[in-house]
DNA sequence: CCCGTACACTTGTCAGTGTCAAGATCAGCT
DNA sequence: AGCTGATCTTGACACTGACAAGTGTACGGG
């Protein structure tokens, strides 16, 4: 059971027309494939969970590809609020990058049926003009905060570079995620919480940052 | 005539056995994730392209996970053979991680049918013995590395920590690279190649590896 | 030489899938 | 009231993974 976004949801029980189809099978794209991974998303279910006819999704997002093209698209603005809300609670560009940084995993961890569309090229339309325009949205948040560290720690700073690296860890964080704790097990290691690993990092980044040419 | 050599590469044209169908089928499978995606990948396709029937396939791996999890192992098999080559062709640990990062990104880049799969838990069985095996090997092979990075520059390095970063970074790095064009050509910047970024990366990494406590 | 067994693979079938075409229903406007 | 266009349904087709049962092949012991 999840909540539409914040457009007013006309759910009409007996009605023929749904009120807001669309979002609502977003909604239900996003947590089926939560619940049970990419590959068992389809739209026949996902009409199913929404309660209309197996063909009603493919009617406003022209296909499957269609449907998690805008799944992708809400992530992507999921993303970028996150971080602008990350930003706006601290004035430290070090405390906004960890924070920022926290955002992020926790974003993927929170919402993961639209973070496994999102970087997943062969599942959505890369070419797709809203889903470019929040992608780029995102990015831009963060090129801002390292844009910042420049001005106020390091004139020569590489932005493109630093904020390529910061998103490409984060990214990687999130992959790896599942899979930390069986490696520690495994290898016999002490498992490190994901925040954890996120302050660390930071760390790393800022020595980096700071003294980078 | 028939030569009954242990080797099993031994392809029989008009012979009802195949010869070698199980490494054909993932050698087949890997191609056809490499072109059209891991959702556009069948067991009957790939039974088609190794013109055997469509239930040839299950008899050997069970089911379609049972395949990719093979795919997924061979593919982390090849990670860690890059990565011992990689640690091989220099003395500088600086340089091995900078040369072990950039076989990654190569090998995933090379082999990615098998990338897409190793990491994409609902498509494989996590618990299969010989992936977790595969893949522990290929994690230990960059352990090693940064406890050599601890040993001859920073005792106080945290080997775990910063091995997850280097991998973290290393695979989000494959998760952005089709991306990054794309970025760098919205925001009008310039965009770099993989490995100048690893280069950078790297010098970022030391910054961090031999300052951190 | 021949047979029987174990394995490798095929054939057939089932429910479930995406997509398309055509039909049904409804809201809003004139 | 009647028309129009958008919304959704129904039906069909080729495709999929999985299962069951059958067929072909190799190989070792008589």
């Known amino acids: 059971m999840t909540d539409t976004t914040t457009t007013p949801t006309n759910e009409r029980p007996g009605s023929y027309h749904h009120g807001d189809l669309p979002s609502v099978l977003i909604a239900a794209s996003a947590d089926l494939i939560a619940e049970r991974g990419p590959h068992a998303f389809s739209l026949r279910e996902v009409a199913r969970r929404a309660g209309v006819s197996h063909a009603a999704p493919a009617h406003h997002f022209g296909s499957a590809r269609g449907l998690l093209t805008a799944v992708a698209t809400e ?14 609670s601290d004035d430290d560009p070090r405390e ?6 926290s955002a992020y ?9 639209h973070y496994a569309v999102m970087f997943a090229d062969e599942l959505h339309d890369p070419d797709d003009e809203p889903l470019v325009i929040a992608g780029c949205g995102a990015y831009e948040r963060l090129l801002e905060c390292v844009e ?16 390529t690296m910061a998103w490409a860890t984060m990214a990687g964080l999130v992959v790896l995620s599942p899979s930390l704790p069986n490696v520690a ?3 016999e290691l002490t498992f490190r919480p994901i925040d954890e690993l996120i302050e ?4 790393f980044f800022m020595e980096g940052f700071v003294h980078a040419r």
């Not at 992530?75 to 930003?87: K, M, N, P």
């Not at 720690?153 to 904020?163: I, K, Q, R």
């Open 105 to 113: 995993v926790a974003t993927a961890l929170r919402y993961p049926g």
């Open 200 to 203: 660390r990092f930071t760390a």
């Open 148 to 163: 910042r560290i420049r001005d106020q720690l390091n004139p020569d700073l590489d932005v493109e570079t630093a904020a």
């Open 185 to 187: 097990e495994q290898n």
């Open 75 to 88: 992530g992507f603005e999921f993303l970028e609020r996150a971080l602008s809300e990350a930003y706006e």
């Open 96 to 101: 906004q990058l960890r924070r920022g940084g």
